[in-house]
């Protein structure tokens, strides 16, 4: 779908997967669905990519899959075109399913990193025991890891902000299970003085005070990572930004 400009001034990005696809088994799966970029370290092998679900019919459901190597990913990513202190409140939202839960991590939000080559555990946020790698400088997600020692929980990642960016997962869990074959929806709110609100589901989860930077331009970012040596999937049902226009430039 294309980028619009909204009720005054505002930019959205609606993507429904209902048209074309990145499909498994070409030689170059770098590309574009509508206004996104398809990104994820090992996408240009043969046996990972982006493709519609048939079965989930008219909704337009999109699967992403891994190749079959640690730490190669797939995903989707707007431009680096989100400038919190002058285009806030930044909007963006998922719906999405993960077939299982075992060995792999999944991140969405804001990041000032995404290269075509993408990984979440080498460039963007990572979960490890109870540990959060901040690798990225600037971004604010929704982090999904396998690897945490509470491996059931989404947890609520922020760093580059006037609040130090925390590295210890019990302190950003929050507290609501991913459900494997279950549809949930994650949205993340981000006011222009970097406060940012995490919404599972339509509930509210946490609030945190400068919690990205206001002046680091950042994309919304959607990944999937394989945590084993084994290709593993994730479901997008839709993927949405909305936020204000920068009329400063």
Known sequence: MATVQGPKGQIEIFEDFVGAEIPIAVTNAFGNIGSL????DGLAETDSGIVSLDADGVNGVAQFT????????????????????????????????????????IFFGLSDVNTDTVSLE????????????????????????????????????????TTTGETTSTSVDADDAAVAGEFQILRLEVAENG?????????????????VSTTVDM???????????????????????????????
């Open 37 to 40: 970029r398809v990104i994820g």
């Open 195 to 211: 406060t940012c609100r995490w919404y599972i589901d339509g509930v509210l989860k946490q609030t945190k005070t400068g919690a």
């Open 66 to 105: 891994t190749t079959n190597e640690d730490k190669h990913a797939a995903g989707v990513s707007t431009a680096a075109m989100f400038d919190v202190g002058n285009m806030g409140t930044i909007v963006a939202e998922a719906r999405l399913r993960l077939p299982a839960l075992a060995n792999r991590e």
């Open 122 to 161: 080498d460039d963007v946020f990572h979960g490890n025991g109870t540990t959060v790698t901040l690798t990225a400088s600037d971004g604010a997600g929704f982090l999904y890891s396998a690897e945490f020692t509470d491996s059931a929980d989404w947890h609520m990642i922020y760093n580059g902000g």
């Open 219 to 249: 994309a919304v970012i959607l990944v999937v990572e394989a945590k084993t040596t084994t290709a593993l999937t994730m479901d997008v049902d839709y993927f949405y930004v909305r936020s204000a226009r920068d009329f400063t430039i």
